[in-house]
Each structure stands twice: as C-alpha cells, then as structure tokens.
C-alpha cells in the first residue's frame, strides 16, 4: 500500500490489524498498530525505516511494485529495534552496497541483531543528506526510548520524521491524525506515551525544547507508529510538553487485586468515602488481576494519588500487584501520592510491602497503609469509608 504523504513523500508501511501484544507480551494493543516506513523521491531516493521482520517478505514486494529496489539511493535507520529494521536483512539481500545511515550505536544494534555489515554511514546531530532540492537533517534522540534512536527532516516539505515520539499504536485505513476518531486517537497516544516514554520524560522534555531551538519549520510529523500527524501538528508537540512535566489530573486510581473478596469490599468502602469528602475528584476503581496492566498504568499516570491493595498470601502479596509494583518502579512517575491498604487473616505483611514497593517506585507515601482482619465487618467497612475521607485531605 503506497498513502501520499506530501509532494514525493509517500507511506509504504504496513498497517497490523491484528496485533494485541507488543514487546513480547509487556504491552497491549487493543487496536492494532502499524510500522511506519517512508519513501521520498527526490533526485536521489532514500528510503526510511522498515517495517517488523514477520512481514519483511511482504514490504519488499510491496516496495518492488513502487520503485526499482536499484534505485534506493539510501536507506535511513532512525532506530535499530526489531519493528523498525526487521526488513532490513530481506531488503538488503536486493541492494546490499546501499548506504544505511544511522547512529554509532544503531551501528551496534543492527550489527548485534542482524549480525551483517553493510555500509553503514554514522551521522550526528546537524548533519544533512542532500537528496537534490532537498536535505535530510540528523537529530540524535538518545533513549527516546533506546540509546539508537534519532529524528530526521526533510527541508523544504518541512517534515519530521519523529520514530517512536508523538506515536500510538492505533491501526486505522485512514492514517492521518485528521481522519480517525478524536478520543481514540488521544487515548492511544496517552497510553503509547504512558506505558513507553514515561521514565525519559526529561530526555522527552529537553530534546523538544532541542528541535524547538533549531526553527525549523514543522508542517508534517511522520511517526514511527500509528497516524501521521498532518492537522496542527503542534498539537501533538504540547500535549507531550505537558505529559513530560510530571502530569496529573484531578484524579485517584484505586488498584488492587482480591482473593474472597475482602480487598474488593475494602476498596469500594475506600472509594465511597473519598467521593464522600470531595466531589470533584474521579475515582477509578481496577481489579489489576482482572483488567489489562497496560490500561491500568495509563490511569496511574492520569492520576495525582493512587491506593494500591492485596490481602496476604504467604506473608506476601497477590502476583498481579506485585508485577505492577514491579513495573511502576521502571516507569518512576513523578510527583505522586500513595498509600496502601489489604485484609488479611493471619500475619497480614502486605501493606507492609506495597509501602516499600511504592516508595522504591518514587511514590511519596501519605500514611502507613489500613489493614482489615479477615473480611470486612460493619466496623470494618467503616474504618474503610473513613481511610477513604482521611486520605482526600492528603491527596
């Protein structure tokens, strides 16, 4: 499939519509995603990024029906990870003396993966490819979101080819931010950015602010994933200056995972009591070992406060909250409050060790947690609703 981009731009990509795990199996996609790759025919041809290696056999002869493979002048590899390289090896069967310029430690990356050493031509920051008419700018983006990856522009078209900023993993036929719907759009770019981008929010913050101070002009940004940002393309630049500065809604999410019920009931009593004292707070409730991971630590990163919850088991805590405590303290949101709460019958340690996972996590602990033997009782409930009205005033 060939979309038009912009005057000899075009998408030739492909759009996975089946896709629900990503990364392995660390990150959900509920609508798909697609691999971005980009052709632009100036006087000389370079072709940008690939698509992942499952459908490497498919892109080639997608890409034969579009141009003479002979006549790719250059190959620009924004980023070394398997979703965007994985047609190189299929592709460079067809023209193995053509140039790939990407980063010295792309270099490294594509050499450890693809174990073939083509001719690889490093660029840096400021350096530009003439195509003609037109030039390709280099941007180094170290650890947005690996140490490989950088952005490139195209002058005179004035498009930013952004790799993994400013995506989604959204699969659409329409593939243009002004085409798709809204929510859903913004949805899947909260969730991309939560649940990828999070724990380089400084990096995300400080090489904007970069690619800001070079004016250059940016009509298109051409992702890695997802939509190509055509309609306001700034928009999408705000909206991740905001997400990078510690974001928060006026919001608390309740996580916790139960046995017989007793954290559940716990949790509803707790989440009456904080609408009780302020009604103008939103209070999400998620059964972590019912609802997908990836869902919930978009709430969290909405979120201004959380309370996390589990009974004990084994004088320890249910696997579910213990692989997202686990996960939180990769991310390291910022600014966030939290506190814990758990039933139990015997020992009752877990509070104890959500406490230490949620500071480890750079969580900024408000109390030392509630416990409630067995499930709760009348005067259990109650202590319950009232942990929920006690916390609002340090939320």
Not at 5 to 32: P, Q
Not at 177 to 204: H, R, W
Not at 237 to 250: G, M, V
Not at 256 to 265: E, I, K, L, Q, S
Request: glycine content about 6%; charged content about 25%; aromatic content about 10%.
């Amino acid at each position: 499939m060939n979309i038009p981009v912009k005057d000899n731009v075009s998408w030739v990509g492909k759009i996975d519509w089946e896709l629900r795990k990503f990364h392995g199996n660390e990150l959900s996609t509920h609508r798909g995603s697609t691999y971005n790759s980009y052709l632009i025919k100036e006087e000389k041809i370079a072709l940008i990024d690939t698509v992942w290696g499952p459908f490497a056999k498919e892109f080639v002869r997608n890409l034969t029906r579009e141009i003479d493979l002979e006549k790719i002048d250059y190959v620009i590899a924004n980023h070394g990870e398997t979703d965007h390289s994985g047609a190189l090896p299929e592709l460079m069967k067809q023209i193995p003396n053509t140039p790939i310029y990407c980063t010295s430690n792309a270099v490294k990356s594509l050499k450890g993966q693809y174990h073939e050493d083509w001719d690889f031509q490093v660029v840096k920051t400021g350096d530009r490819l003439n195509l003609g008419k037109k030039d390709l700018v280099f941007i180094e983006a170290p650890m947005l979101h690996w140490p490989d990856s950088m952005f490139c522009y195209l002058t005179g078209d004035n498009i930013l080819f952004s790799n993994d900023a400013f995506g989604e993993h959204y699969a659409s036929e329409f593939m243009f931010n002004d085409l798709v719907d809204q929510s859903e759009l913004i949805s899947e770019a909260m969730k991309y950015y939560a649940n990828i981008l999070t724990p380089f929010s400084a990096l995300v913050e400080k090489k904007i602010k970069e690619v800001l101070t070079l004016n250059l002009p940016v009509d298109v940004i051409c992702t890695s994933h997802g939509v190509i940002w055509r309609d306001n393309p700034k928009q999408i630049i705000e909206t991740y200056l905001k997400w990078a500065k510690s974001y928060k809604e006026n919001q608390i999410t309740i996580l916790y995972d139960t046995m017989w019920n007793g954290t559940r009931v716990m949790a509803e009593q707790i989440a009456e009591g904080i609408v009780h004292a302020d009604k103008t707070v939103t209070v999400k409730l998620i059964n972590v070992g019912q609802r997908d991971k990836n869902d919930a630590i978009t709430e969290i990163f909405k979120s201004k406060a959380i309370l996390v919850g589990s009974p004990t088991i084994n004088k320890g805590i249910l696997t579910a909250i213990a692989a997202l405590l686990e996960e939180l303290r990769g991310l390291g949101f910022k600014e966030k409050k939290a506190a814990a709460f758990g039933c139990y019958g015997w020992s009752g340690e877990s509070v104890h060790l959500i406490n230490d996972h949620l500071k480890a996590a750079g969580f900024s602990m408000v109390h030392d947690g509630l416990k409630v033997l067995w499930n709760p009782d009348d005067a259990g409930r109650k202590a319950c609703f009232e942990y929920g009205e006690m916390l609002t005033k340090k939320f």
